[in-house]
């Protein structure tokens, strides 16, 4: 069984400061996707990531795939209360496989 | 406006109360999936379909069906409805054949089952 998993489960921080979370898997994906979903809504694609090394960044959110398309990673500088929400990854298989999540809160 | 729509988004039923939940999408999209998402679990699939009359188990398939007689249209039916279903359920659809498959999730419907 494929397995992805992301940490932490759950982050509070203080508006302005920076933050990591991670995705990791012993399973290669083709490509990986990073999710956001906030409250009463489904989860909205915010980027794809594709090529091993590859970094892409969005706005205050700097997203990286492993060299070996195993883990990624998502950045956020200076983190906004707009910022809260659950981040999810996916990997690409034959099927997208999901990792539980990270729900972040961003305190004012 | 390209859109996943579910209904209905709140629903409480009883056990053994068949309920089906609507899903429909105008995006042409091939692909379409229903997942359910539990606390610390994530999302996890229950069935999908590459494309009309072509439906396959996902991850958890018991205790639900599906049909697509329709591109737009993917519902998820619950026979016999049990406590253990309670859960949060999307709807998705994508493209096939696309490298990155991003999906476009429906608002989700909260289903009690008591």
């Known amino acids: 069984t494929q397995l992805l998993e992301q940490s932490p489960q759950f982050l509070s921080i203080q508006e302005g400061e920076n933050l990591t979370v991670y995705c990791n898997s012993s399973?290669?994906?083709?490509?990986l996707q990073w999710y956001r979903q906030e409250p009463g809504e489904g989860p909205v694609l915010l980027v794809t990531?594709?090529?091993g090394g590859e970094v892409k960044k969005l706005k205050r959110l700097t997203f990286q795939f492993g060299d070996a398309r195993k883990d990624s990673s998502l950045h956020i500088t200076a983190a906004q209360p707009g910022d809260t929400g659950l981040y999810l990854c996916?990997?690409?298989?034959?099927?997208?496989?999901w990792g539980a999540g990270t729900k972040l809160i961003i305190k004012p | 406006e390209a859109q996943v729509t579910q209904n209905p988004r709140y629903l409480i039923t009883v056990t053994g109360k068949k309920l089906t939940v609507t899903c429909s999408q105008n995006m042409n999209h091939e692909y379409m999936s229903w997942y359910r998402q539990d606390p610390g679990l994530g999302l996890r699939q229950i069935y999908y379909s590459m494309n009309v009359e072509v439906t396959d188990k996902g991850d958890v398939p018991e205790g639900y069906k599906v049909s697509r007689k329709e591109k737009r249209n993917f519902p998820l039916i619950l026979e016999s409805p049990s406590p253990n279903q309670t859960s949060l359920y999307f709807c998705?659809?994508?493209?096939?054949?696309?490298?990155?498959?991003?999906?476009?999730f429906g608002p989700g419907t909260r289903l009690t089952v008591t």
């Open positions: 399973s290669v994906f083709s490509s």
């Open positions: 996916a990997g690409a298989h034959y099927q997208l496989i």
């Open positions: 990531v594709v090529t």
């Open positions: 998705a659809s994508s493209s096939v054949g696309t490298h990155d498959r991003e999906q476009y």
